[in-house]
DNA sequence: GACCAGGGCGGCC
DNA sequence: GGCCGCCATGGT
């Protein structure tokens, strides 16, 4: 897929491979909307991205374009993937048409983190609302939207805080997490294997394997990996498995099975089953 | 009003 | 190591 840098936002040439309801609706991400004219406005740590549609593609509207390239894996070939993705399985052809414009955006590693113990057996309205509450109350006023909070912003924050906008009892995890701030900040997961980098944030409250799963794919682009949640559970049953097996095994068997392409199929079997239908 | 949601924790064996 | 009850909250 082509695109091109503005000095206003990046052109998007072509709409096989990029299709924003796609991208943002499928769960990788929840600071999304949809302003009066239809069109989805995305958030990403203090950053705003509006895009538009036009005949042959998409205009990203965004004062940070660097950011935005690299936030949407523009670089990365979908049509590849998908190539590669194609006749495994008929219900996985199905999965990658109903998603096709799906990518796997590169968040910010510590919002992602945020966001995904937040995550854990909730739904994605709640979720986005959650997660809404927090900017709005802690994150930097940038004008006509909040910023994620920082570190810093984050840090201050109690448990109480975190019960009063709703998060339940992941407060606790949540107020605990400034004890893993050396963790976060200074280990260089991006060296490490997968699965050595999974071991390392499991130590994190309120972090296990599944949620380190969808870290290691959305916050520092790990795509041998495959989280493993309700859906894809029952995906599992429906479509691959045989015998039963617990939620790590599952995500170890299609691991094997689909190498560095399992984050990529995790994502468009998630829209297919969890979010389309 | 029960059931469910992009599960994880602590106690138990 | 694996199993199991429990956990807050908002939507259906």
């Not at 990203?60 to 049509?79: E, G």
């Not at 994150?139 to 339940?168: R, S, W």
């Not at 009892?169 to 004890?179: G, T």
């Amino acid at each position: 897929m082509q695109y091109e840098k503005k000095s206003d936002g990046i052109r998007i040439i072509g709409k096989e491979d990029f299709n924003p309801e796609h991208i943002l609706e499928c769960g990788q991400i929840f600071r999304y909307k949809k302003n009066s004219l239809g069109e989805y406005v995305v958030y990403s740590k203090e950053y705003c991205a509006v895009i538009k549609e036009d005949n042959d593609g998409y205009f990203i509207k965004t004062k940070a374009v660097d950011y935005f390239v690299n936030f949407f894996d523009l670089q990365t070939d979908y049509s590849n993937i998908k190539k590669q993705l194609n006749n495994i399985a008929p219900y996985v052809n199905e999965a990658i048409e109903s998603g096709h414009g799906i990518r796997i955006l590169r968040g910010d590693l510590f919002e992602i983190i945020v966001s995904f113990i937040i995550s854990a057996n909730n739904n994605i309205k709640r979720i986005k609302l959650i997660i809404e509450r927090l900017c709005e109350r802690v994150g930097t006023n940038m004008g006509n939207y909040y910023a994620f909070p920082t570190m810093e912003q984050f840090f201050e924050l109690d448990e109480k805080f975190f019960k009063e906008i709703g998060a339940g009892y992941r407060a606790s995890y949540l107020a605990s997490l400034k004890n893993e701030f050396d963790l976060i900040l200074f280990n260089n997961f991006s060296a490490m294997s997968s699965d050595i980098a999974r071991d390392n944030l499991i130590k994190i409250k309120g972090v296990g394997p599944k949620v380190a799963d969808c870290i290691l794919l959305f916050g520092l682009y790990k795509t041998d990996v495959f989280p493993v949640d309700v859906w894809m559970e029952r995906v599992y049953y429906e479509q691959f498995g045989n015998v039963q097996l617990t939620r790590p095994q599952i995500s170890k068997d299609l691991t094997n099975r689909f190498g560095c392409l399992s984050g990529y199929l995790q994502q468009y079997l998630f829209y297919h089953r969890a979010i389309k239908k």
